[in-house]
Structure formats: structure tokens, C-alpha cells
T-cell receptor
Framework: DVKVTQSSRYLVKRTGEKVFLECVQDMDHENMFWYRQDPGLGLRLIYFSYDVKMKEKGDIPEGYSVSREKKERFSLILESASTNQTSMYLC?????????????FGDGTRLSIL | RKEVEQDPGPFNVPEGATVAFNCTYSNSASQSFFWYRQDCRKEPKLLMSVYSSGNEDGRFTAQLNRASQYISLLIRDSKLSDSATYLCVTGGGNKLTFGTGTQLKVEL
């Protein structure tokens, strides 16, 4: 069974702080993704990565950066947290291959910025 | 216009009923299609892939109409445990695009 583990289920931070969200997968997946999910807006892609040290912007990258130093780990960084970044953050991973492979999600991190 | 559109519901149905959800997508280049299930305050989980010829998994049947660009999910003999939000998902260009989901409530 695929296991995607996010470092925290709940996190409370203050405006202006630098925030790190960590994600680890154990299935040797090439692709990893960070989304945020807000009521009425669904899942929106922030950043994704096809390989180590490689990253691509998603639909809403502003205010975020990512790091992928090892294949199994993909970190999301909020450079200077703001209240509009309060959200549910979901990490996902998938194999590469023909067509699009389904993505497997971690439990999510509920982040509140005060 | 959203790339993937779904009726948000909620669909309230009695236990044992058959219920169907549709979704439409705008990107004709979409190559892969899925249904995910998301329980309240939990992560999305893959329910099933959707193939051009249609496919079935137990009580769940998925259909794809590429010409009309819509995808359907049929749930037969609904159970209380089927209560959740069902996300329609399309794939293309190495990314997945998620609909905002249809909420299903199965009642006694």
C-alpha cells in the first residue's frame, strides 16, 4: 500500500513566519505534488516535481517555494506566512508513465496563520 | 469556466437507492479520468479510474463520453458508508485537475 506521510496534521503559525511542511512517500514515486484545498474552490495545485532537485509551478505558486533534495521527500515552504494562506495542505505522489497515473494523498495538514 | 464542473449537491438518498453523478470537462486533450472519494476532513482517496469502454467495480460503475466530454459515476444499492464527497478528476500534461466535488448523503 502506498504511504504518503505529512509531518503535521495541525499547525498554527503567526503572520510573517517562515513555515515548512514536509512530505515523505515510501513507494519510490517519481512525481510529487503540493495542493491546497479551500471550501468551494477544490484542490488547487501549488507546485509539483518530477524528479530530485526539479520543480514546476502549479496554478497558485505565489508566496510558496518547494524543495526536493531526495526522491522520497518534498517540502513546501511558506516564505512569509500570511492569513490568506490558512488552508488545508495536501501532498500527493504518483508514478511517471504513459498517460497520467492516479495520485495518492497524505492525510493533510490543517494550517492556521494568526 | 471551471475545467471540471460538478453539481455540488448534496444528493440525499435513502439506503439501497441508486444514484448517479455526472461531471463535464472542458479540456479535450485530457487523457486520463478518475473518481476520487473524500470523507469529511480527510484526504481524497482514489475510488476508480475511468476507461473509455466504461468499467465497473462492485456497486460502482463509471462511464466516459469523450465526444460530449462528460464522465459519470453510478452507485447501486447505496450504503450509509457511501456518504462522502465524490471528486471528478481529469489528467493531461502530467497534471491532474480536480472538480470541486459532489456531496452524497445516504440516509436510513
Amino acid at each position: 500500500d502506498v504511504k504518503v506521510t505529512q509531518s503535521s496534521r495541525y499547525l498554527v503559525k503567526r503572520t510573517g513566519e517562515k513555515v515548512f511542511l514536509e512530505c515523505v512517500q515510501d513507494m519510490d514515486h517519481e512525481n510529487m505534488f503540493w495542493y491546497r484545498q479551500d471550501p468551494g474552490l477544490g484542490l488547487r495545485l501549488i507546485y509539483f516535481s518530477y524528479d530530485v532537485k526539479m520543480k514546476e509551478k502549479g496554478d497558485i505558486p505565489e508566496g510558496y517555494s518547494v524543495s526536493r533534495e531526495k526522491k522520497e521527500r518534498f517540502s513546501l515552504i511558506l516564505e512569509s506566512a500570511s492569513t490568506n494562506q490558512t488552508s488545508m495542505y495536501l501532498c500527493a505522489s504518483s508514478f511517471s508513465g504513459f498517460g497520467n497515473q492516479p495520485q495518492h494523498f497524505g492525510d493533510g495538514t490543517r494550517l492556521s496563520i494568526l | 469556466r471551471k475545467e471540471v464542473e460538478q453539481d455540488p449537491g448534496p444528493f440525499n438518498v435513502p439506503e439501497g437507492a441508486t444514484v448517479a453523478f455526472n461531471c463535464t470537462y472542458s479540456n479535450s486533450a485530457s487523457q486520463s479520468f478518475f473518481w476520487y472519494r473524500q470523507d469529511c476532513r480527510k484526504e481524497p482517496k482514489l475510488l476508480m479510474s475511468v476507461y473509455s469502454s466504461g468499467n465497473e467495480d462492485g456497486r460502482f460503475t463509471a462511464q466516459l463520453n469523450r465526444a460530449s466530454q462528460y464522465i459519470s459515476l453510478l452507485i447501486r444499492d447505496s450504503k450509509l458508508s457511501d456518504s462522502a464527497t465524490y471528486l471528478c478528476v481529469t489528467g493531461g500534461g502530467n497534471k491532474l485537475t480536480f472538480g470541486t466535488g459532489t456531496q452524497l448523503k445516504v440516509e436510513l
